[in-house]
């Protein structure tokens, strides 16, 4: 297995795109964000579609999300990936690894020519995200329930280091049902842990149906507060509301954003479609996909 690295000019124009962004206009950025999401979106199609293995509904949902983060919010720096000062970010959702994937091959962690060798022998693209194989995974998830409490982990030795660094955790809203994630923000409650950060992709579909029919999640946002978290109830796909969501906390507790999204989002034959959980586009399909993106 080849290790890899960074790649020079993608991390450069990333940097230059952030510092740009950083003392733009939101018409600016919302513009770059855009793009580049659509750039992500193919690049998940046609992973999945060569790979021929995938979680393709959820990768487009949680598109928008991952964008903001990568592109606007997160303090990274793809040439120094493990830069003491950087924010922490955990997919707990860890199947959609081909998101996180495409998102940090944009950004110059490493380069998109990888994208093709998803699931492939020796690949370091796993089904799953690894942090001894990818630059910018900082915990190996997939297991559902588990990124929250690395989260909350994170989050607590910022505190105890005295750390600005910032914790962004995403999570489906299926993971939603596992109890040690309600264990989690419980703790994190109790710490007052405001430089942590919940994202729940909340596009009301898991494997085989949807959440309420499989183990009701409303009121999510009553039962959030409830557990002591600052509750922020979104478009999950308005890039506005999704860079104003991820502000710091203002009532000195934990973030949670629910983000509102649409599972396939940007495909018409994916779009809210229970059976693309796990199901992979034909050739043909993947034809019709990126000219939908385009």
Not at 255 to 274: H, M, P, Y
Request: aromatic share 6%; charged share 25%; net charge negative.
């Amino acid at each position: 297995m080849a290790l890899l690295h960074a790649d020079p000019d993608r991390a450069s124009a990333y940097l230059a795109l952030r510092s740009e962004l950083d003392s733009g206009t939101a018409e600016r950025r919302d513009a770059v964000l855009a793009d580049r999401a659509r750039e992500t979106r193919r690049a998940i199609v046609r992973t999945i579609g060569e790979a021929g293995q995938g979680h393709i509904g959820g990768d487009l949902s949680v598109t928008d999300i991952l964008t903001t983060l990568f592109t606007a919010v997160l303090k990274l720096d793809p040439t120094n990936p493990g830069w003491a000062g950087r924010d922490r970010f955990v997919l707990s959702k860890g199947h959609c690894a081909v998101a996180l994937y495409s998102t940090l091959a944009h950004c110059g962690f490493f380069s998109a020519d990888e994208l093709p060798t998803f699931m492939k022998p020796l690949s370091a693209l796993n089904g799953h995200p690894n942090r001894n194989k990818v630059p910018g995974v900082e915990t190996n998830t997939g297991p559902l329930g588990h990124g929250l409490p690395v989260a909350v982990g994170a989050a607590i030795a910022a505190r105890l280091t005295k750390s600005a660094t910032r914790v962004f955790v995403v999570l489906g809203d299926g993971e939603m049902q596992e109890g040690s994630n309600w264990e989690a923000m419980m703790s994190a409650a109790h710490y007052g842990l405001d430089n942590l950060t919940i994202i729940v992709d909340r596009n009301r579909l898991q494997q085989g149906a949807r959440t309420e029919d499989t183990n009701g999640l409303d009121p999510l946002d009553e039962k959030l507060e409830a557990f002591g978290l600052e509750v922020r109830m979104i478009d999950g796909h308005d890039y506005e509301a999704l860079f104003a969501a991820f502000a710091p906390s203002t009532t000195g507790r934990p973030v949670a954003v629910i983000a509102n999204t649409i599972k396939g989002k940007g495909v018409s034959f994916i779009e809210d479609r229970v059976e693309w959980h796990h199901k992979v586009p034909s050739a043909e399909q993947v034809e019709i996909a990126l000219k939908e993106l385009a």
